[in-house]
């Protein structure tokens, strides 16, 4: 009779995990933000792109809120990520608020901040 020793899985990582390209889609639609909003101010069309744009970044933002919160709970993931992407959603949020206020002044630092803190999050990933 033969026995065989049962070997305990570790959880491997994926290197293309459902969070990481949440995060990757969100990142990118902050950059397409950054030419859309060149295209608004050189152009007399720019807004209709910027303004779906807009849309899809806060789309992206929700997105990677619901890949953190699915990687923390029944992956066993670390929950920063739910505080990072909760974080970004909020920053998301207000800077549609500044946009359709018009605040530039507001609007243009905080996309930077966004897209940088995006990359950052990515990086680390």
């Not at 953190?68 to 923390?72: F, I, N």
């Not at 940088?116 to 990933?125: H, P």
């Given at each position: 009779m ?8 570790t959880?491997?990582q ?8 949440a ?7 902050v950059?397409?933000?950054a030419v859309s909003a060149?295209l608004?101010?050189s152009?007399e069309?720019g807004e209709?792109p ?7 970044m806060?789309?992206?933002?929700m997105?990677?809120?619901l890949a ?5 709970k ?11 992407a909760?974080?970004?959603l909020?920053?998301a949020?207000?800077?549609v608020?500044?946009g359709i206020a ?7 630092p905080?996309?930077?901040?966004m ?11």
């Open positions: 033969t026995t065989t020793q049962a070997t305990p899985r959880p491997v994926a290197r293309f995990s459902f969070l990481r390209i995060l990757a889609l969100q990142t990118l639609t950059f397409v933000q060149g608004l101010l152009t069309y209709l910027h303004s779906a744009g807009a849309r899809v806060y789309g992206a933002s997105l990677y809120l953190a919160v699915l990687a923390w029944p992956g066993g993931g670390s929950p920063k990520a739910v505080g990072y909760s974080g970004f909020v920053l949020s207000v800077q608020v500044s018009h605040l530039s002044s507001v609007h243009v905080l996309g930077v901040l897209f940088g803190a995006s990359l950052v999050a990515l990086v680390r990933r």
